[in-house]
């Protein structure tokens, strides 16, 4: 198996959106149907961007906004890769800025086989196989609402919960059978890696202070009844 990661540098934030929508949605479908096509993920750079430059593997940096999307297949899925590419070329969006192509070998044999280096062989087979069903999903979304879902949102008389993207959380662990506790050990899972990448990217002390900020949240809530 061969994997390809295309990084697409673009505009800004509404400029990440366009792309998704204007073509993302439809290229996931041309995807699955190419039969030398295995999965595809990707992730888009959001609010990260608004902690200065992001820097990428291998060593490249880009301010604004920015899609990083991977491609695994069979050696032919070079195929698929060139006639994708003769749709970026002729992409006229607004905030459209430029596209970069790379593949994982030699570092990497595939982009599997470097989930399983980072994550362990359990781990990374299921990280290869979630990030795919995690895309269809922020496409869905993307398909569904109008604008941005936000990630918790405002207390409204409209939304007094309030309900944001952390509420996908709740339904699919509750609809795969999940309590209440397994719940919070995720959640909390959760926070504690993004603290660990927190001080990878930007420190140790912006860790802490991130932590200590959910800490002195938990600490002041009253649990309602």
Known sequence: MRSAQVTFDLADRAAEETFLQSYMVDAWDRYQSHDAFDRAWFWRFGNTSDHGPLELEGGNTLEGGGVVLVLNGEPAIEQLLEDEQDRWDALD????????????????????????????????????????????????????????LPAVGETSEEDPL?????????????????DWFDEID?????????LDSLAGFHGKAAARDAQMDA???????NVNV
């Not at 309030?162 to 999940?178: A, C, D, E, N």
């Not at 995720?186 to 993004?194: G, L, S, V």
């Not at 800490?215 to 809530?221: C, F, H, I």
Request: glycine share 8%; aromatic share 14%.
């Open 186 to 194: 995720a959640c909390t899972r959760a926070i504690k890696n993004r």
């Open 93 to 148: 969006l607004s905030g459209f800025l430029d596209y970069d192509v790379t593949w994982f070998h030699p570092e990497y044999e595939n982009a599997r086989q470097k989930a399983i280096e980072n994550f362990g062989k359990r781990g990374g087979d299921r990280a290869y196989r979630l990030r795919p069903l995690a895309s269809r999903m922020t496409l869905n979304v993307l398909e569904e609402f109008d604008g941005r």
């Open 162 to 178: 309030p309900v944001g993207y952390w509420t996908t959380i709740h339904f699919l662990m509750k609809q795969s059978g999940f």
């Open 215 to 221: 800490l002195d949240d938990l600490r002041g809530y």
